[in-house]
DNA sequence: CTTTAACATACCTTGTTGGTAGGTTAATAA
DNA sequence: TTATTAACCTACCAACAAGGTATGTTAAAG
């Protein structure tokens, strides 16, 4: 019942760079050293927000990540199920899961459908925007 | 962002045993072939539960478990909080957890602290009897 | 005194988490 | 053109948790 460092970590870089939106591109370096995160770790989760085009990413001298949309525009939904994978809170209701055997005699299945759904939506209700002007 | 399996099987047995109130103590032998589960895993969740007094279990023959307690008695809540150990998103959140060194600065704590009392406050409302008259 | 079933202990396999190491590619500046 | 910077890619690894199995011991009934 845990939200993973990944998930957490990718929150915390992506604010770290909405806090410094205007500045061009910020290398990793500099959000490791303030968000005292490790580089190499943080270097194995911005490629997923690459490639999802959540930030854009410049190689080289001068370079770094910039956010591609406005704080408000991200999502905390969006960014933790991509991270994360999911947010199901039991595996028969992970995307393209396999229907379980007793799904029909299962009293517990409509409680964690409840559940999952509200748990979706509090997150999908929340963005960077919110987060860094304490909104929450 | 899971529920394991001991939350969801120590939910399943004490089901079970609700369906079979008053018919003295339950084997789990019996319990673990309706429901499909191990006799041993389930053996080795059920301690737990007596020992905190959510069931009586007897030894030897004729023994076995029974509700100590009314279905509608069984919070939802308690069950997983004492099966998963804890409902905490994030581990600063954990009960007995030394405060963040970051605490002051997280923009992300107060969305983790609303969200931990979000799935607590959703599975106290929740009773063993509510699941079996299908009432969520 | 045998059977049954809870309870205890030890072990094991598999997968995930949270990394580190080392290198490659791309861009800029000197 | 070359050095530097920084994204990005691949492989590996240690620690832990999940989800069991195996092998008992203890307690109660018959």
Redesign the pocket.
């Known amino acids: ?2 939200i ?6 990718a929150l915390r870089v992506l604010l770290d760079l909405a806090e410094h939106k205007g500045e061009g ?7 490791a050293e303030r968000q005292e ?8 989760i ?2 997923v ?3 999802n085009k959540l ?11 910039r956010l591609s949309r406005e704080p408000s525009e991200y999502i905390v939904g969006e960014i933790l199920r991509l991270t ?2 999911n947010l199901a809170p039991v ?1 028969c209701l992970e995307c393209g899961a396999k229907p379980c055997e007793r799904k029909g005699q299962c009293l517990t299945l409509p409680m964690w459908t409840e559940f999952h759904q509200m748990v979706n939506d509090y997150f999908d209700k929340i963005t960077l925007d919110d987060l860094m002007n304490n909104k929450i």
Not at 37 to 44: F, N, P, T
Not at 55 to 65: L, M, N, P, Q, R
């Open positions: 019942m845990m993973s460092t990944r998930g957490r970590y591109y910020i290398p990793m370096k500099s959000v995160l490790s580089l190499k770790y943080i270097e194995r911005m490629p927000l690459s490639k930030v854009e990413g410049v190689h080289g001298k001068g370079g770094g990540y994360e994978g595996s």
